[in-house]
């Protein structure tokens, strides 16, 4: 998109729809319950609340609302219509999300396996159990690791599952009393203080040298210990900075005793260019909804897949899925293992999509999606330092690998425009809006967008476009950045009431208690 | 565009990674399918391999089972504008906000609780991360839970709670409840959390709930309970009964089984600021807006997790399942409240019609009495069958028997667990009744 083209003036559905509990009609009902019209079984077996001990009746009907189906569907339509989501726009801001496009194929295949039982024999679960030993295949070779488990439900998981397998190392080798911290860094995803510390350790966060803001060998070394049990780590980090010491970090806290955990959340720049067993990690984890094109479905279902060298496998999670004698099997029989962190195998529709996407992909796509996103970081990095008032932090840091932290620090003190006003100023012009930063912002005034493969060069133009006229309004007219968004489903919402006790409300019928009204709304 | 960047050629980007740590070599992976019609076939060639609940007739059960999932529910599950979404705000995503606080606000109904949680990973992780709210408000670290329990449940709880002690208390041989005399002798001033699930793990409905919890509450522990929400048309909520903390599992409510993938937890509670003040996960809360009686939906109390105060958050969360969440939105508003009580109803007469045929044949017994829902013991042991013999017969008359029992319970060899819902026909039960009749016949 050349500079002059002219930006979008989006304008969202403004449906003004009720909430769903305002919408009963008495008597309307969206579906019918099988046998509920004709039963021939309760003849057989009589009133069905004989079966509940009395006091275990329910005794009032939920307050659920009567709505008839054409209304419900309505009411979801109208729903999805005032929701952006990230199909129908350019989705580059969601740095460290790695949200990529999701080939609409990898839909139909998952929705196979929908009516699968987990329990059922295995011999009547072949294809499923073939696609997640072959996906763990692929996931082996990605990382230079030797075993993988799908079962944590996200990222936070499989980091939490990590931390447990980090646990289970030191217990086995009974010196868990004395290896009690991990070592992680505060560009690290959050996850990786919070995981270890819901695992029982106490953790270390180590802060960057000001200049490359990469963390120095010096500082790893003042901060490891006897006491140390592990190191949790991303790289690269969320700055969009590649720690190249990695390798140095994983000797010193080895030669500690400790084990290292890579976090691959997003390893989309990666693919095919490092691994984790280069840099001599242990375990490792990749969030199967990013990097491997998963849809992230409004926040989850996700996938976090966790990955353990030969000397950790033996602690992942059960079962693992094994293949003997030409058959598929399930291995439940591993002493050492940390055990279950989710019931069953984990989310075996979202391993179809990945497997369907990287069969798609191929080595050679793969390599290339990483290449391409590397190319996309910079390309936007070198095109957006031009706006006025957008700084980088870390700027002697030149390269950037996935996702880059930006900052309004500057447009901030010349305009008092900052991030969250910018943020909510984008979504005037048909763009999802951005992923700010993990807290503490060590980056004042952040935005971290992350320009993966999916995005094309018009589409990162039109990006830094819509950024280039936000600064231009900051500078000639603040206050209409300061008070948008302006052509939004709805005005501004009352921040403070949200995180008042008094007045927040989780559910309906706690906004009814704490309000004491209800508007009439409008039901059709 | 590597011009406009100033550099020749890609290498000059990746000077970054030290060579040393650079793969050498391309990835060992196969070339791609890159024309759509090619992959659909490489994928459906290999998962034709399997076999549905659609094409067999399944009685499993045992943590996910099998309920009719309304078109509805699929269609606004795989909206794109939904399906897409990550982590936009309020004006960005107003539908998914507004969907995910209708989500907890009919569960809120459902549960009869005013606070419901976003929706986690799966209903056993959820109950552990009630647990673990519970031991920070009490400051205590043993906890309670029942011996008929999952143990795989179990290991999810002991990975969450580590440092804590699981005390199981047993349960009575007869009815499947809660043995009263053994939680008296056990609960004390060290117990954290009282834990159970209305209905247990062996579907019998748990019909002391006041007690339990008058037993918990007196020692000044918290009484955590895990339902299945589809039986809450029928049967109380567990506020009726004196629970703290409400959780469990959505699958049940309208979501495919997905091989296990199809589950989803959430956790409900009181609207009190210790209660609150613990939620690992986000809350979406209603608010208003500048616009005269119009809402709007946002987070609320997020200082709490990890993303904003990293290790001293409240535990973790991240990405769990809030499509899901979604849908089993979707599916209580076409219910309603007349839906959720008739299915309530007909899986207790579909459950206990087949009980009643299965306990009928002269070998097979049933356990526990007759006091469950959906889910029941039924027991071989008569028939000198085991059940992984039973299931191999049953096999090969395309059904899925019911759970081996005796993997985790070794006083129920010989036993298994029946899941039987809506979903089953007359027809179907009768016909499982006949097959299990000639099965342990010989």
Known sequence: MSASQRLRRYHAHVWAEPVINQLSNPGERGIIIPGEHDSKIRKLVGDPQHYIPGKMRRKNPPNLPEVSQPQALRHYLRLSEENMGIASCIGLGGGTDTVKYNPLINEELARLVADMHPLQPEETAQGILEILYKFRTFLCEISGLDEFSFQPGGGGHAIFTNACIIRKYHEDRKQLAEKNEIVTTVFSHPADAACPATAGFKVVTLYPDPVTGIPEVEALKAAVSKHTAGMMITNPEDTGIFNPQIDEFVKIVHEAGGVCSYDQANANCLLGITRAKEAGFDLCHFNIHKTFSSPHGSFGPALGAVGANRNLAKHLPVPVVAFQNGRYTLEYDRPKSIGKVKPFLGSAQIIVRAYAWTMAMGAEGLRQAAETSIVNANYLKKKILTVPGITVGYEKSDIRLDNIRFSLEKMNSDTGVGTADVMRRMVDYGLQDYHTSHHPWIIPEPFTPEPCESYSRSDIDYWVEVMRQISKEAYTDPELVKKAPHSQSIGRINEASLNSPEKWAMTWRAYLTKSGNNMQPTKT | ?442
């Open chain 2, 1 to 442: 565009m590597l011009k406009e960047v100033g550099v020749k050629d890609l290498e000059e980007l990746l000077v970054v990674i030290p060579e040393r740590l650079r793969l050498k070599r391309p990835l060992k992976i196969p070339s791609g399918l890159a024309a759509e019609n090619d992959l659909s076939r490489h994928v459906e060639s290999i998962l034709s391999k399997n076999v549905s609940c659609k094409d067999f007739l399944n009685f499993l059960g045992a943590g996910c089972s099998q309920h009719f999932v309304p078109a509805m529910c699929d269609a606004i599950g795989q909206r794109q504008e939904f399906l897409s979404a990550y982590e936009g705000d309020t004006y960005s995503d107003l539908g998914k906000w507004q969907a995910l606080f209708e989500f907890q606000s009919l569960l809120g109904e459902l549960l009869s609780m005013d606070v419901v949680g976003f929706p986690g990973y799966d209903g056993a992780s959820s109950s552990g991360f009630a647990i673990r709210m519970t031991q920070r408000i009490t400051g205590r670290k043993e906890v309670l839970v029942p011996e008929n329990l999952s143990p795989e449940k179990l290991s999810i709880f002991r990975n969450m709670a580590y440092d804590s002690k699981f005390v199981q208390i047993a349960y009575e041989r007869k009815t499947g409840m809660m043995d009263l005399e053994d939680l008296k002798k056990n609960v004390s001033k060290s117990t954290s959390t009282v834990y159970f699930e209305n209905p247990s793990f062996f579907g019998t409905i748990e019909g002391q709930g006041e007690d339990i919890s008058e037993i918990a509450h007196s020692a000044g522990a918290q009484v955590v309970v895990a339902v299945d929400p589809l039986s809450l048309g029928v049967i109380a909520p567990p506020s009726d009964y004196g629970a703290d903390i409400a959780c469990g599992d959505l699958q049940p409510l309208g979501l495919h089984m997905q091989y296990g993938g199809g589950l989803a937890g959430f956790i409900a509670s009181r609207d009190e600021q210790k209660y609150v003040a613990e939620y690992p996960s986000w809350l979406v809360s209603i608010t208003k807006t500048t616009n005269e009686g119009e809402y709007g939906f946002g987070l609320s109390s997020s200082e709490r997790t990890h993303y904003i105060q990293r290790e001293k958050g409240k535990d973790f969360t991240g990405t769990g399942t809030a499509l899901f969440g979604i849908v089993a939105g979707v599916y209580l508003a076409l219910l309603g409240p007349k839906g959720i009580k008739a299915i309530g109803e007909t899986i207790l007469e579909n459950s206990h019609y087949a009980a009643r045929k299965l306990d009928s044949i002269q070998s097979v017994d049933l356990n526990f009495g007759q006091e469950f829902f959906k889910e029941f013991v039924v027991n071989f042991r008569p028939s000198r069958k085991n059940v992984k013999s039973v299931n191999r017969a049953l096999l090969k008359q395309r059904i899925f028997g019911g759970y081996d029992l005796g993997n985790d319970f070794k006083e129920l060899s010989g036993c298994a667990l029946y899941s039987v819902t809506e979903v089953h026909a007359k027809d179907d039960i009768d016909r499982l009744v006949e097959v299990v009749k000639e099965i342990v016949k010989h």
